[in-house]
């Protein structure tokens, strides 16, 4: 009673699966430590999350203390049939007064549930969010001493149990206040609030307990807004995902097991805006040559597949952000590529819906993958393959053998690392994605991606 939460962090949440109408289910006993006495002001408190929907309803919570003589009294939280959460009093088997929420609350999202009885036990209420939802009075049921506090389960011996998740379970001996209700909900969701990618990625990492010296992250270019309970909402995978595709960024486990964040800018920064390896077919060899690929491995791709000539970027409960190139729509057809849940402001999605506007909009003649035999070229090739990491740039070139047109030369990032090793032989392939041509922003002090478009002219 009191204390402010039985998990004080996040990614301690408990999971229950009860998802039956007959038989026994799980449940956290608490016995009569939390227990209520008399018509006495309290407050029950949790983050709750379901997706669970059946025609009986479901229970999350309650207290009970069972008279042979006169039946059951307690408390108990209930998600109805309809969706909604019902917070009721009960007296020898009899429900009293009672309460619920507005809206359905069985939508997979993490909610913040906080339900009051104050005033000498005369009135009830419940908010969802931070946001009263309903609240009721009459007469005070008085709770006798002794009784059990569960959740997940009904207290009172009805099914079925549920199929959810509860995190920041708290009970207070006060009928907490609406300024209180909403300062604990803004301080729940304040320590994901406004963040950077790199910094949501931290604390997303740092709530599994994942080791510091085993994460390597950018701090990030865009604000994260929306999603603040993403960490009792998804996995963490998922969770590092969405942050990641939020910034444009790219998300991987490297060769030391790390978890590794670059963000949009990255790419376009030392070292990795330089090619750290040449393969070409010129047959120079070594240090500043053109190390060999197996001419047949090479694949280049020239079509219209991956044209996207429109992209509607949503950002978390906002509207979508919509960018169009009509040139390209006159020429290949509209292709809309869409994007949502993506946790930014409008502004930010804006500015991607562009970004992969520019970057689709128009065929791209690209190398998909190549590969080669690293005892071809020791000196060079044994680093590259054992040493590169993801997101390398490498520069490959393919010559026509007629001689007739010029050498194709693309730099390519590379997005996958495959080794194939037999008795006699060693072949590495790496799965390649092309750079893209400019970025749409600046980064000051870098000689390359500082310039105004070539012009010269230094940020």
Not at 72 to 84: E, P, Q
Not at 227 to 248: F, H, M, P, R, Y
Request: glycine share 10%.
């Amino acid at each position: 009673m009191g204390r402010p939460s039985l998990w004080t962090r996040r990614g301690t949440a408990v999971s229950f699966n009860n998802n039956n109408l007959t038989g026994p289910a799980s449940a956290i006993d608490f016995g009569a430590q939390l227990n209520i006495a008399g018509t006495g002001d309290f407050t029950v408190e949790m983050w709750l999350q379901t997706s669970q929907q059946n025609k009986f309803g479901f229970y999350w919570a309650g207290q009970l203390f069972n008279d042979p003589a006169t039946g059951r009294t307690g408390w108990r939280l209930a998600t109805l049939s309809t969706g909604v959460l019902e917070f009721s009093m009960w007296s020898a088997n009899t429900q009293g007064l009672t309460t619920s929420t507005a809206r359905a609350v069985s939508d997979g999202q993490p909610h913040h549930l906080v339900c009051t009885r104050s005033t000498t036990g005369t009135a009830l209420a419940i908010y969802l969010d931070g946001v009263l939802q309903g609240s009721s009075s009459g007469a005070a049921v008085s709770f006798l001493t002794g009784a059990d506090t569960q959740i997940g389960v009904d207290p009172f011996g009805g099914v079925p149990a549920l199929t959810g998740v509860i995190d920041e379970f708290a009970m207070y001996n006060v009928a907490l206040s609406q300024t209180q209700i909403t300062n604990h909900y803004n301080a729940a969701r304040a320590p994901l609030s406004g963040q950077t990618t790199g910094a949501r990625l931290t604390s997303i990492l740092s709530a599994i307990g994942w080791p510091t010296t085993l994460q390597v992250l950018d701090t990030g270019q865009v604000t994260v807004q929306g999603g603040t309970n993403d960490l009792i909402a998804n996995s963490a995978l998922a969770n590092c995902q969405v942050t990641a595709d939020t910034e444009l960024g790219e998300l991987f486990v490297d060769a030391a097991g790390r978890v590794t964040f670059f963000d949009q800018t990255r790419k376009y920064r030392v070292p990795l805006n330089t090619a750290a390896v040449i393969l070409g077919d010129s047959g120079t060899t070594g240090p500043g040559g053109e190390s060999p690929y197996l001419l047949d491995s090479i694949d280049i791709a020239f079509d219209d597949l991956d044209i996207y000539n429109e992209a509607a970027v949503t950002p978390t409960a906002q509207g979508a952000q919509v960018v169009s190139d009509s040139a390209s729509q006159t020429s290949y057809g509209k292709r809309t590529l869409s994007k949502a849940g993506i946790h930014q402001n409008a502004g930010d999605a804006k500015t991607q819906a562009q970004v992969l506007v520019d970057k689709f909009k128009t065929p791209l003649q690209r190398i998909r993958q190549i590969s080669f035999t690293p005892m071809s070229d020791p000196e060079v090739l044994f680093p590259a393959a054992l040493g590169f990491e993801l997101l390398t740039r490498v520069t490959v070139k393919r010559r026509p053998k007629d001689g007739a047109a010029s050498t194709f030369t693309q730099d390519s990032l590379i997005e996958g690392i495959e080794h194939v090793i037999v008795p006699g032989g060693w072949t590495t392939t790496w799965r390649l994605s092309p750079t893209d041509a400019s970025p749409l922003f600046f980064i000051l002090d870098d000689p390359v991606a500082g310039l105004l478009h070539g012009t010269g002219v230094l940020v």
